[in-house]
C-alpha cells in the first residue's frame, strides 16, 4: 500500500507570508495526487487536482507542484481565511490521505 | 446542484453494527462514484470505500472484513454497514462523489459517530 507523509505536521506563520508544505508517496504516483483544505467544523474542501490543477473557485495563491514522489502546495501571501488543516491524498485504486499539516496564523 | 448527506444513528454500542446511508441529488448513482471517509476527532482523514458507477466495490484493506457498501439507485442512496464496532471507530463518517477524475469534489457534510455503552 502507498503511503502518504505530510511534513511539517504543524507551521505558524503571519499573514502576508509564504508558506510550503510538503507531501511525499512511498511509491511513483505520477500525477495523482490532489490536495483539500479542512477548517474546524467543515467538510475537507479541493484545493489542487492533479498536483498543479486549481480547482473552480480557489484563489490563484494557491499553487501545487511535483510529481513522482514528491509535491508542494504553496501558498503566497496567507491570508488569515487560509488558517486550516490542509490534506494531500493520492487519488485513483485505493485513495489514501496523508497525516495533514496544520497551519496557524501567528 | 450536486449534494450529499450523510445520515444514520449519532451514538453505537460496542461490537454492534454501524449503518449509515449517503443520499444524493443533482447526479446519477450510475455515472458518478460515492467514496466513504472518515476522521477521528481530532485525527486525520481515512478512506474506508468506494461504490462504483457501475455497482462495483473496492475497500481499504485494514476495515475490509467490516465493512460492506451497496446502494439503491432508484432511491439515490449509497449504504454503509460496518460490524464489530469499537471506541476507535467513534469520529465523523462522510460521503463524498468523485467521477472519473478520481478527486473528491463533492463532500457531504458528516455525521458524527459515537461508538460507547
Known amino acids: 500500500n502507498i503511503v502518504m507523509t505530510q511534513s511539517p505536521k504543524s507551521m505558524s506563520i503571519s499573514v502576508g507570508d509564504r508558506v510550503t508544505m510538503n507531501c511525499k508517496a512511498s511509491q511513483n504516483v505520477y500525477n495523482n495526487i490532489a490536495w483539500y483544505q479542512q477548517k474546524p467544523g467543515q467538510s475537507p474542501k479541493l484545493l489542487i487536482y492533479?498536483?498543479?490543477n486549481r480547482y473552480n473557485g480557489v484563489p490563484d495563491r494557491f499553487t501545487g507542484s511535483g510529481y513522482g514522489t514528491d509535491f508542494t502546495l504553496t501558498i503566497n501571501s496567507v491570508q488569515a481565511e487560509d488558517a486550516a488543516f490542509y490534506y494531500c491524498q493520492r487519488i485513483y485504486n485505493s485513495p489514501t490521505f496523508g497525516g495533514g499539516t496544520k497551519l496557524e496564523l501567528k | 446542484q450536486v449534494q450529499l448527506k450523510e445520515s444514520g444513528p449519532g451514538l453505537v454500542q460496542p461490537s454492534q453494527t454501524l449503518s449509515l446511508t449517503c443520499t444524493v441529488s443533482?447526479?446519477?448513482?450510475?455515472?458518478?462514484?460515492v467514496h466513504w471517509v472518515r476522521q477521528p476527532p481530532g485525527k486525520g482523514l481515512e478512506w474506508m470505500g468506494r461504490m462504483r458507477y457501475n455497482g462495483d466495490t473496492s475497500y481499504n484493506s485494514a476495515l475490509k472484513s467490516r465493512l460492506s457498501i451497496s446502494r439503491d439507485t432508484s432511491k439515490n442512496q449509497v449504504f454503509l454497514k460496518m460490524n464489530s464496532l469499537q471506541t476507535d471507530d467513534t469520529g465523523t463518517y462522510y460521503c463524498t462523489g468523485t467521477g472519473s477524475s478520481g478527486y473528491f469534489d463533492y463532500w457531504g457534510q458528516g455525521v458524527m459517530v459515537t461508538v460507547s455503552s
Open positions: 443533482g447526479f446519477s448513482l450510475t455515472s458518478y462514484n
Open positions: 492533479y498536483a498543479s
